[in-house]
Nanobody, 122 residues
């Protein structure tokens, strides 16, 4: 599987953005997928995860109630709807797939897309 994230940009605090992750590969639909982010000078952190059915989702406490992860297996796409954005959400966002361990642990993931930059101004 190869992943490509897109949809980042500059937005004011309180605004919204929708990130997309396009996947190529025949086994896309069988993989847990996740979104991570990395701010300057900080470690990469878990944001949200979703099972291959889409029925179970996971969120970091910092984004619960504001972000929504979803996927469309027919289109090989995953999304992250980000609402009520805050300056502290500023980071490069990455999509990832196929964890061999915990879904919220970056080293568990075997496939990564390139990042897309989200900048939230105050």
């Amino acid at each position: 599987v190869q992943l490509q994230a897109s949809g980042g940009g500059l937005v004011q605090a309180g605004g919204s953005l929708r990130l997309s992750c396009a996947a190529s590969g025949r086994t896309f639909s069988r993989r847990i997928m996740g979104w991570f982010r990395q701010a300057p000078g900080k470690e990469r952190e878990f944001v949200a995860g979703i099972t291959w059915t889409g029925l179970t989702t996971y969120y970091a406490d910092s984004v619960k109630g504001r972000f929504t992860i979803s996927r469309d297996n027919a289109k090989n796409m995953m999304y992250l709807q980000m609402n009520m954005l805050k300056p502290e959400d500023t980071a490069v966002y990455y999509c990832a797939a196929d964890p061999s361990g915990n879904y919220d642990y970056p080293p568990s993931y075997n496939v990564w897309g390139q990042g897309t930059l989200v900048t939230v101004s105050s």
